[in-house]
């Protein structure tokens, strides 16, 4: 994410992750348009799954230049190679795709890697102090979007923010009903997939609301 960013440790902002499938790269980029025309985003992850190279190559030249336009970082899921040659922002690692290490070197210094923790305490000290850029906790809800998570509890949350200045990011789950004690307990960042494109009133007056609960708690 940018780091002017994070600068405001006590500002939660958003980081939305893309559908796990997109048909149509162009027709979805009017919808990321709107979604980050609706208000502060911070970084937006293309993670497509169980697709082609080629697929995932078209959509993220179609969808980068949305999110770097507007200063969203674009970060890549799972695979590190393709956020080198797709000059992605970043990538984000899980514990069962690589070790933080091998993320590392594969996209160099300047590009932000991001590592799963689930709600181990042990896996975050472990990323942060390996040197990651973020470390993400989750799921704090049943998600519908990825159906085997690990249950995490908030006070990984209030644990990490108060130890640790490495930003820590929520997912699993959260919605605009659901998010204010995630980001009362000290979430830097919330990702967000359905609660943001599955929102009754659309993508845009998602983003809008969690931008307006955000502001609320700075
Ligand atoms: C910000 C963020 N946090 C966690 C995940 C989950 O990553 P992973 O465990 O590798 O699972 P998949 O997303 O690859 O199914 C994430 N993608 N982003
Ligand atoms: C990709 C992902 N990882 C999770 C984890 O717990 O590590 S939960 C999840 C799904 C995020 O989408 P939604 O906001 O729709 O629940
Ligand atoms: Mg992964």
Redesign the pocket.
């Known amino acids: 994410m940018p780091s002017e960013q994070q600068s405001a440790a006590t500002h939660c902002r958003l980081y939305l992750?893309s559908p796990e499938r997109i048909e149509h790269p162009t027709i979805f980029a009017d919808d990321l348009r709107a979604a980050l025309d609706g208000g502060d985003v911070a970084a937006f992850q293309l993670?497509l799954k169980d697709v082609s190279d080629d697929a995932i190559t078209h959509a993220a030249d179609t969808l980068r230049p949305v999110c770097q336009q507007r200063d969203v970082a674009f970060i890549m899921?799972d695979r590190p190679d393709l956020a080198v040659k797709l000059d992605c922002d970043g990538v984000h690692v899980?514990q069962e795709d690589m070790p933080y290490a091998e993320a590392r070197r594969i996209v160099g210094p300047e590009r932000q890697v991001g590592v799963?923790c689930?709600a181990s305490r042990h896996l975050a000290m472990e990323a942060a102090e390996a040197g990651a850029d973020y470390v993400?906790?989750?799921?704090?809800?049943?998600?519908?979007?990825?159906a085997v998570?690990?249950p995490?509890e908030l006070d990984i949350l209030e644990w990490w923010s108060g130890l640790m200045e490495v930003p820590c990011v929520a997912?699993?789950?959260?919605?605009v009903e659901n998010c204010r004690p995630v980001i009362a307990a000290g979430a830097d960042f919330l990702?967000?997939?359905?609660?943001?494109?599955?929102h009754k009133d659309g993508p845009k007056a998602a983003v809008r609301a969690f931008s307006e609960i955000f502001s609320a708690h700075r």
């Not at 990702?191 to 599955?198: E, I, S, Y």
């Open positions: 992750i993670r899921n899980g799963t689930k993400a906790f989750g799921a704090f809800f049943p998600s519908g979007t990825k998570t690990t995490a997912i699993g789950g959260i919605t990702a967000v997939a359905g609660g943001v494109w599955n």
